[in-house]
């Protein structure tokens, strides 16, 4: 059974970072692009970031160039999300997702990051 | 960037309804149209990709179509389970985009 597992949300002060992390399983990590998605209270869902399956290209969203930092580890069958220099709209649940090829077709539950003083 | 512009943004139906979900793109972008499932506190579920094609496990009362750059969900006959918001979502270029959703509820 594909699972992708997220960890790592919280609460973090304007400015600050955080990481998050996935854990996959039941299916060959290393053979599929990766991506983040997000969704704020109240709003719909956005794409983050996504990285192909060797780690060789990456894309994100305009308003996290230069704060966000998607990456993987492949052995480890790991997808991480680094976030730099935080702010208020970055409060959001953070979905780990298997994708894109044709769509993102495995989501996790999320994790939430709340960005407040 | 690709906008896609969903109505109606909110409806309800009746379980034993025929529902229909609309999202136009505001650019060509083939057939690279993909249609979500989001209940409240759950993951998404895919149920369509490439405008038409059922995702595997989703049931066949979902359907898509395609007409230029207008994309049409349907639900044969709405059942309690379908209740939640639908996203559509472009993936022909980046930045990947997605509609503002459509919240269902049943009558």
């Known amino acids: 059974e594909v699972q992708v597992v997220e960890s790592g949300g919280g609460l973090v002060q304007p400015g600050g970072s955080l990481r998050l992390s996935c854990a996959a399983s039941?299916?060959?990590?290393?053979?599929?692009?990766m991506s983040w998605v997000r969704q704020a209270p109240g709003k719909g869902l956005e794409w983050m970031a996504s990285?192909?399956?060797?780690?060789?290209?990456?894309s994100y969203v305009d308003s996290v160039k230069g704060r966000f930092t998607i990456s993987r580890d492949n052995d480890k069958n790991s997808l991480f999300l680094q976030m730099n220099s935080l702010r208020g709209d970055d409060t959001a649940i953070y979905y780990c997702?298997?994708?894109?090829?044709?769509?993102?077709?495995?989501w996790g539950q999320g994790t939430p990051v709340t960005v407040s003083s | 960037d690709i906008q896609l512009t969903q109505s109606p943004s909110s409806l309800s139906a009746s379980v034993g309804d025929r529902v229909t979900i609309t999202c136009q793109a505001s650019?060509?972008?083939?057939?690279?149209l993909n249609w979500y499932h989001h209940k409240p506190g759950k993951a998404p579920q895919l149920l369509i990709y490439?405008?038409?094609s059922l995702q595997s496990g989703v049931t066949s009362r979902f359907s898509g179509s395609k007409s230029g750059t207008d994309f049409t969900l349907t639900i044969s006959s709405l059942q309690p389970e379908d209740l939640g918001t639908y996203y559509c979502?472009?993936?022909?270029?980046?930045?990947?985009?997605f509609g503002q959703g459509t919240k269902l509820d049943i009558k």
């Open positions: 990285i192909k399956e060797d780690g060789s290209e990456k």
């Open positions: 979502q472009q993936s022909y270029s980046t930045p990947l985009t």
């Open positions: 997702v298997r994708g894109p090829g044709a769509a993102f077709d495995y």
């Open positions: 039941g299916f060959t990590f290393s053979k599929y692009w």
């Open positions: 490439g405008a038409v």
């Open positions: 650019h060509d972008i083939g057939s690279y």
